[in-house]
């Protein structure tokens, strides 16, 4: 890789990063406990209840993003990145900028 290509890279992981911080503070804000004392009916409150646990859902998604992202930007200097933690080979350089936190190839990530 390239240090053009590493640049490019670092900007586009640390844009990711802003980008999935964000909604984590908006999936924070949408998994906050729901109130009993709020009238709103009782189908209404189980829609509410189901909505907070797809919220929950999303929220542990994006900070597991949010870990993967900090790792790859900390090892984007390192000589083995954007090799395959599996086979070792190197992982196609398309695959590392649409996904800059996986650290396996198409084939090994499909297995």
Do not use: H, W
């Not at 209404?44 to 189901?50: E, K, L, P, V």
């Not at 200097?77 to 992982?91: A, H, N, Q, Y």
């Amino acid at each position: 890789m390239t240090t053009a290509e590493k640049q490019a890279l670092k900007e586009k992981i640390e844009k990711l990063l802003q980008e999935t911080e964000i909604k984590v503070k908006e999936y924070e804000e949408l998994c906050r406990p729901i109130s009993p004392e709020n009238a709103i009916g009782r189908v209404s409150r189980m829609d509410a209840i189901n909505n907070k646990s797809v919220a929950e859902a999303a929220l542990r998604t994006a900070k597991r993003k949010v870990e993967k992202l900090n790792t790859a930007l900390s090892k984007l200097e390192e000589p083995d990145f954007g090799t395959c933690s599996s086979c070792k080979r190197p992982i196609n350089p398309k695959r590392v900028m649409l996904m800059p936190e996986s650290t396996r190839c198409v084939r090994c990530a499909s297995r």
